[in-house]
């Protein structure tokens, strides 16, 4: 499986735009770009996930490098919220679609 | 639509005995998919089914693990016996077409093993 790499902690101000970076130098051109967070003591959530393009939803924004090999979740206003570990996977077509979590960012948002 | 259902929500046992927890996933999803998640290993993917047949069950970490999906409703993941080190929380998730379209995980059943 494609490894991705991400800073263990990040922090924000409350209101301000956050930008979560995530490195997949090895990405293949089958795989997608997922990102998750999972809030304390909650389960995972879908955030957001593209190929190539850059996506937007009403959660957050994804913009992927030219070459695919970096990617970043961008929060726009920064919330309590938001305080959560964000997950950036990697997922190939042909494994069913299966995510395999890494460590994660733990975001900090500070009022 | 209530999303995944995960049954119990806790579950303290005796080391030794059997434990058994349970999935409802998303009326219409044919994915389903078990996660364990420790502080030590973060969140392994266990198991994972398509249309109610195991499709990769290589993240099992034994024989004493062990899951099914008897209909598109219902799956089950079954420990015996249990030990200590099986304590950790349970997570499973449902989703279309293999995950792409995102997973939806349920709440979660917390083990502890005693």
């Known amino acids: 499986d494609a490894k991705t790499t991400q800073p263990n902690s990040m922090e924000s101000n409350e209101e301000e735009p956050v930008h979560l970076p995530c490195n997949h130098s090895?990405?293949?051109?089958?795989?997608?770009i997922h990102w998750y967070r999972q809030l304390p003591s909650q389960g995972p959530e879908y955030v957001i996930h593209g190929l190539t393009s850059n996506v937007n939803n009403r959660m957050a924004s994804l913009a992927i490098a030219e070459d695919r090999k970096s990617s970043t979740l961008i929060l726009h206003r920064a919330t309590l919220r938001d305080a959560a570990v964000y997950y950036c996977?990697?997922?190939?077509?042909?494994?069913?679609?299966?995510?395999?979590f890494g460590q994660g960012t733990e975001l900090s948002v500070k009022p | 639509d209530a999303g995944v259902i995960q049954s119990p929500r806790h579950e303290v046992t005796e080391m030794g005995q059997e434990v058994t927890l349970r999935c409802k996933p998303i009326?219409?999803?044919?994915?389903l998919f078990w996660y364990r998640q420790t502080m030590m290993r973060g969140l392994e993917l266990l198991i994972y089914f398509n249309n109610n047949v195991p499709i990769d069950d290589s993240g099992m970490p034994e024989d004493r693990f062990s899951a099914k999906m008897p209909n598109a409703s219902f799956s089950t993941l079954k420990i015996q016996p249990s030990e200590p080190r099986d304590s950790a929380v349970y997570f499973c998730a449902s989703s279309l077409e293999g995950g792409f379209y995102g997973y939806t995980f349920g709440s979660g059943t917390r083990l502890t093993v005693v």
């Open positions: 009326s219409g999803h044919n994915s």
């Open positions: 090895t990405i293949s051109g089958t795989d997608y």
């Open positions: 996977i990697l997922s190939r077509y042909n494994q069913g679609g299966k995510l395999i």
